[in-house]
């Protein structure tokens, strides 16, 4: 077998392969040993006749092809290894020549991992987060559970700060368009809990059961819903109705209707924990988010623009799903940003080439570093992941190799990320 290897940029190769006969009979013999079970070959038993018999009574179309596929494959790998070539991409091939199960040509062009000036990151050091929480914190939930336990009684007064309001409520933009995302049907909201965005829940104030009121609001600029950010939208809300909350006494008794507990002390330990947990977690993904961002900061990368169109494509498509589920189409949501669906892809190209980038040096420091998933490491995380469906459905989907490769690529970022943690906290 010959392989010419073509550069066609630091992160794009072409490999011209040329295989003969003696790289192809193999193959062949390969696929024939595959028809004999399945091709009635006159006076022999099944699977029982020579491979020429076969060849002869086979279809030769169906030959061919399953020749073709397995050759390529087979030759490709052996390419790529033999020029240690570490593919990003399925690779574009192109037959350039082939006689029958004597010569067979082609040429595979494919993404690679460009050259890589890694960062130092053994040095790189971060004091990991410690995470606090403080009686306020815990007053807090408290007070939450406070309102969700106390008695609804509805009241024919104008609502004051407090009260807890049972409202329908719609939002349009400028054109008098409804607006999906800003809509909702008996929602109960009390004023003064600041669920709301600014704006909206003093409104409400002075508003009796059964009245309509319209307002405007703008959203903030930070808003978690892009296209929402510093929008101005007029708001109609029907009050369904006002209700006086006549809040529980925070005792012992209290902490029983909470949950499983017999004191105030053993409830407020409780939540102390469960916060204390969730903070943890928040501040270790924060410490290694930016762990990576230094890493990142300081390495050297060619990043191959095809893996960046991808990932655009799939944020892209992500972003459809959830504007799915939100009652929104995709047109719909291109004309509420007033962009074209190409403006919004050259929008969403630098988070896509970070993310990229990002996944490529985590990758090339876990083959440094010889880290490995072994098969009892995904069974084990398979196992827990099917422990958290009921549907046999669903943890079925979890065995489809697509997902179990999705899964695997999990367990090397967390493996990759603990071990720049050990680095950066010794």
């Not at 409202?167 to 049907?185: H, L, V």
């Not at 007033?338 to 420091?365: D, F, M």
């Amino acid at each position: 077998m010959r392989v010419i290897r073509k550069d066609n940029s630091p992160t794009n190769i072409t490999l011209t392969v040329e295989g003969e006969a003696a790289d192809l009979e193999p193959i062949r013999q390969h696929v024939l040993d595959h028809f004999k079970h399945t091709v009635k070959v006159p006076g022999f038993r099944e699977g029982k006749a020579p491979l020429e018999m076969v060849e002869k009574y086979a279809n030769q179309q169906r030959v061919t092809d399953e020749f073709m596929e397995h050759a390529l494959n087979e030759l490709y790998r052996r390419a790529i290894d033999d020029e240690n070539i570490r593919p990003l991409s399925t690779p574009n091939v192109q037959l350039k020549k082939f006689v029958p199960y004597t010569q067979l040509e082609f040429e595979a062009e494919t993404e690679i991992l460009g050259p890589v000036k890694l960062a130092n990151y053994k040095a790189i050091k971060l004091a990991k987060p410690k995470v606090n929480v403080t009686a306020k914190d815990v007053d807090d939930v408290i007070k939450s559970l406070q309102t969700r336990l106390a008695e609804r009684v509805a009241v024919e007064r104008p609502a004051k700060q407090g009260d807890e309001l049972l409202i329908d409520f719609e939002g349009t933009d400028k054109n008098d368009k409804k607006i999906s995302g800003a809509d909702g049907k008996d929602y109960p909201l009390v004023l003064g809990s600041k669920s709301f965005i600014p704006g909206f829940e003093e409104n409400l104030i002075g508003a009796k059961t059964d009245e309509i009121k319209t307002f405007d609001v703008t959203f903030p600029k930070d808003y978690g819903v892009t296209f929402l950010r510093s929008q101005k939208v007029a708001f109609k809300v029907n009050v369904k109705k006002v209700s006086e909350l006549k809040e529980p006494k925070i005792d012992d008794d209290f902490a029983k209707t909470a949950g499983p507990f017999k004191t105030l002390v053993e409830l407020k330990a409780d939540i102390k924990k469960q916060l204390t947990a969730e903070k943890q977690q928040q501040a270790d993904t924060e410490y290694q988010n930016e762990l990576v961002r230094k890493v990142v900061e300081k390495t050297e990368i060619e990043v191959p623009k095809g893996l960046v169109e991808e990932e655009n494509l799939r944020l892209e498509e992500q972003e459809k799903q959830n504007l799915t589920y939100r009652g929104q189409t995709w047109q719909e949501h291109l004309a509420t940003e007033g962009i074209t669906e190409t403006e919004h892809r050259q929008r969403h190209y630098p988070e896509a080439l970070e993310r990229v980038k990002v996944g490529l040096i985590l990758s090339e420091i876990a083959e440094r570093e010889g880290l490995r998933i072994t098969p009892e490491e995904l069974e084990i995380r398979l196992q827990i992941l099917k422990g958290q469906y009921q549907d046999p459905q669903m943890q079925g989907e979890l065995d489809k190799p697509a997902n179990r490769r999705d899964i695997e690529a999990r367990l090397m970022t967390e493996k990759t990320l603990a071990k720049l943690t050990e680095y950066a906290s010794k």
